[in-house]
Nanobody, 130 residues
Framework: QVQLVESGGGLVQAGGSLRLSCAAS????????MGWFRQAPGKEREFVGA????????VYADSVKGRFTISRDNAKNTVWLQMNSLKAEDTAVYYC???????????????????????WGQGTQVTVSS
């Protein structure tokens, strides 16, 4: 069982930055792929980015590529989402998710599907004012 707690959300002006944190419980954090998803009002939850257990693969949605960066520290059981050059359309509730790695290949691609993740945080609100 893994529990995830996000923090760092808030209100920011367009063009600004925020860094979200996701702290995980449990001793096996290093065996989980970590993903970030978001859900805007009236829309379905969508993939933002993910980083594999090994750090060998990090992928991003096209809409955030070049602006968002995912990092993780397995010793601290934490993953971060650095968000720069924020836009009004980035406004959403952001969720982190953990998925048990299904491959020992350190270069396996980070998963993008919700179904590849087993545990979810409660979400943190990010609001970007234009």
């Amino acid at each position: 069982q893994v529990q995830l707690v996000e923090s760092g959300g808030g209100l920011v002006q367009a063009g600004g930055s925020l860094r979200l944190s996701c702290a995980a419980s449990g001793r096996t954090f290093s065996t989980y792929n970590m993903g970030w998803f978001r859900q805007a009002p009236g829309k379905e939850r969508e993939f933002v980015g993910a980083r594999t257990w090994s750090g060998g693969s990090t992928v991003y949605a096209d809409s955030v590529k070049g602006r968002f960066t995912i990092s993780r520290d397995n010793a601290k059981n934490t993953v971060w989402l650095q968000m720069n050059s924020l836009k009004a359309e980035d406004t959403a509730v952001y969720y982190c998710a953990a998925g048990q790695a299904r491959s020992a290949d350190v270069f396996s691609l980070a998963p993008r599907r919700e179904g590849d993740y087993d545990y979810w945080g409660q979400g943190t609100q990010v609001t970007v004012s234009s």
